[in-house]
């Protein structure tokens, strides 16, 4: 009943009043601003100088869980640190990119942007496994319509809001638990292992999807006022992330809408306003020559002014479920570490985030308090997790995006079904992580 109640509340402040975007994603990474501000003046961008680009994120992390053991197997994934967990604390270099970007022609018909990768996360090490992968942007977009703007090559899809978001702009290390697990997608080969019904195990062989695939959007805000906008996109893709391996030969299709009420401040993340939206995909994956649904779509808002930044998002999810690491190696000194994924359409996870940040001292010094709820495979009880995780810190911003975070995630998980799981779970512990961002 609660989780109805907060996704109604949601969808009526996503509808009410046409009003809401803290930042238009879509634009923002696939094309060119029209107007540029050259000595004090806005103008008419003509400049199609490439522009070099990227940021580095770098710190440290402390998992305070305890790791059980049994035959040599490592039965508490959740309590070492990803990418590779091996370890429960460390230094980090999570992200190192360098991108690119421009128009080709001063008439900005034609955009482009280019990114790579050299940091050690879920891109280039997903579970310790090498991909060799370090692209993750390559597109072009068409402008040469009006109302319209085609975006072709590979690049975030319309989607998720903390997957949409430019992730050097977060003030939180970690995602929350419900956009990691259900809508950052681990993919598997085709001929991974299969164990009862329609469940599949295997090493990753390619990157996470980063929220990512490679296909065709069709994308516009229209601004109806002079202070309302409206945002809609459409991408097919090919459901294969930042790779081409393994495709199950269907279309990805994504939808998303949002409406967006601006106050008249600020830019990029720190545009002030009112965002509301929702969004949707559907495609198919292939496992063993068999093909399954993968389903997913959520609805939230955002709201930031005057130093205050709100922000709710419910997401459901319906086949092809991630379903945590799994230790194949039997040395109790190694991990060999495999994703496991419960393929069936029946199989359901859903949850949801409330976030709350305030700058005590203006653009400066930032509080942070964010909730997020995720009900994993709840069609089984056996199977069933929940996962309650709060997290609290603080930012530092030397100058826009440049900062240091400070964040402590109070973290719990239970099996409401499962007795012998919920000996396994008690193991959660808490997270500390500690990192900063600097973006040139």
């Not at 579970?127 to 402008?143: F, V």
């Not at 638990?177 to 090493?203: C, H, I, M, Q, W």
């Not at 299709?253 to 969004?279: H, I, N, V």
């Given at each position: 009943m609660q989780t109805n109640k907060i996704i109604l509340s949601l969808v009526s402040v996503a509808l009410l009043g046409g009003a809401l975007q803290a930042k238009d994603w879509l634009y923002g990474a696939g094309t060119e601003p029209s107007m540029i501000k050259v000595d004090g003046k806005k103008v008419v961008n003509h400049d199609n100088t490439p522009h070099f680009w990227g940021f580095l994120q770098v710190g440290y992390q402390q998992d305070y869980g305890d790791v059980f053991i049994k035959n040599g197997v490592n039965k508490t994934p959740f309590s070492m640190l990803t990418p590779d967990l091996n370890s429960q604390s460390g230094f980090e270099v999570n992200r190192a990119r360098l991108a690119v970007r421009g128009m080709v022609d001063k008439a900005n018909t034609l955009d482009?942007?280019?990114?790579?990768?050299?940091?050690?996360?879920?891109?280039?090490?997903?579970?310790?496994?090498?991909?060799?992968?370090?692209?993750?942007?390559?597109?072009?977009?068409?402008?040469?319509?009006?109302?319209?703007?085609?975006?072709?090559?590979?690049?975030?899809?319309?989607?998720?809001?903390?997957?949409?978001?430019?992730?050097?702009?977060?003030?939180?290390?970690?995602?929350?638990?419900?956009?990691?697990?259900?809508?950052?997608?681990?993919?598997?080969?085709?001929?991974?292992?299969?164990?009862?019904?329609?469940?599949?195990?295997?090493?990753?062989?390619?990157?996470?999807?980063?929220?990512?695939?490679?296909?065709?959007?069709?994308?516009?805000?229209?601004?109806?006022?002079?202070?309302?906008?409206?945002?809609?996109?459409?991408?097919?893709?090919?459901?294969?992330?930042?790779?081409?391996?393994?495709?199950?030969?269907?279309?990805?299709?994504?939808?998303?809408?949002?409406?967006?009420?601006?106050?008249?401040?600020?830019?990029?993340?720190?545009?002030?306003?009112?965002?509301?939206?929702?969004?949707?995909?559907?495609?198919?994956?292939?496992?063993?020559?068999?093909?399954?649904?993968?389903?997913?779509?959520?609805?939230?808002?955002?709201?930031?002014?005057?130093?205050?930044?709100?922000?709710?998002?419910?997401?459901?999810?319906?086949?092809?479920?991630?379903?945590?690491?799994?230790?194949?190696?039997?040395?109790?000194?190694?991990?060999?570490?495999?994703?496991?994924?419960?393929?069936?359409?029946?199989?359901?996870?859903?949850?949801?985030y409330l976030n709350a940040q305030y700058y005590v001292i203006p653009k400066k010094v930032e509080l942070l308090a964010r909730y997020d709820y995720l009900d994993r495979l709840s069609n089984d009880a056996g199977l069933e997790r929940e996962f309650k995780t709060t997290t609290v810190g603080l930012s530092y911003h030397f100058k826009g995006p440049n900062r240091i975070d400070f964040n402590y995630a109070f973290r719990d998980a239970t099996a409401p079904g499962n007795a012998a799981a919920q000996k396994v779970l008690d193991n959660t512990g808490n997270l500390l992580s500690i990192q900063g961002t600097i973006k040139f």
């Open positions: 482009y942007f280019f990114m790579t990768e050299f940091g050690e996360d879920g891109i280039t090490a997903p579970a310790g496994h090498t991909t060799g992968n370090h692209l993750t942007d390559a597109s072009i977009t068409y402008r040469g319509i009006p109302h319209l703007n085609v975006r072709m090559g590979q690049f975030k899809y319309p989607g998720s809001e903390e997957g949409l978001r430019a992730v050097f702009a977060s003030e939180y290390r970690n995602f929350t638990k419900v956009t990691n697990e259900l809508t950052l997608e681990r993919f598997l080969p085709n001929n991974a292992v299969k164990s009862g019904t329609d469940t599949y195990t295997a090493a990753p062989t390619q990157s996470v999807g980063a929220f990512r695939d490679r296909g065709v959007e069709l994308f516009d805000t229209e601004h109806i006022s002079k202070k309302i906008s409206v945002t809609v996109a459409g991408m097919a893709g090919s459901g294969t992330g930042l790779s081409s391996s393994n495709a199950s030969g269907d279309l990805t299709y994504y939808g998303y809408l949002a409406s967006e009420y601006s106050f008249g401040k600020g830019k990029g993340y720190y545009t002030q306003a009112l965002k509301g939206f929702a969004w949707y995909q559907s495609g198919k994956r292939k496992l063993n020559n068999t093909k399954y649904d993968r389903i997913r779509y959520g609805v939230g808002v955002d709201y930031f002014h005057n130093g205050l930044r709100l922000d709710a998002e419910y997401i459901k999810a319906k086949g092809m479920i991630y379903n945590g690491a799994k230790d194949a190696d039997l040395d109790p000194y190694n991990g060999d570490w495999q994703y496991q994924i419960l393929a069936g359409k029946n199989n359901v996870s859903d949850g949801y």
